[in-house]
Nanobody, 116 residues
Framework: QVQLVESGGGLVQPGGSLTLSCTAS????????MYWYRQAPGKERELVAA????????DYADSVKGRFTISRDNAKNTLYLQMNSLKPEDTAVYFC?????????WGQGTQVTVSS
């Protein structure tokens, strides 16, 4: 079974940093593009970042470009999101996502709260 497990969320002050992790199992992780999404209260779930199967291609939402870095370690079946210069507007539940031939899969999410 496909399984995605996010970790690393927490409370951080504006301007601070956090790194999120997503551990994947149940599919050939190294074959697929991976994604980070986030969902704030009252908002639609939005795409934050994407990374190609070998990590050579990345894409970011305009709101996080220059502050967030997506990466992956295929040997560890793990996806990362390094978040710097965090703003209160970044407060959301962050989700790992994979699209494979049989469907789209999500982790349970990890809460990131940016507040003084």
């Amino acid at each position: 079974q496909v399984q995605l497990v996010e970790s690393g969320g927490g409370l951080v002050q504006p301007g601070g940093s956090l790194t999120l992790s997503c551990t994947a199992s149940g599919f050939t992780f190294s074959t697929y593009t991976m994604y980070w999404y986030r969902q704030a209260p009252g908002k639609e779930r939005e795409l934050v970042a994407a990374i190609g199967s070998i990590g050579g291609s990345t894409d970011y939402a305009d709101s996080v470009k220059g502050r967030f870095t997506i990466s992956r370690d295929n040997a560890k079946n793990t996806l990362y999101l390094q978040m710097n210069s965090l703003k209160p507007e970044d407060t959301a539940v962050y989700f790992c996502n994979a699209v494979v031939p049989l469907g789209q899969y999500w982790g349970q999410g990890t809460q990131v709260t940016v507040s003084s």
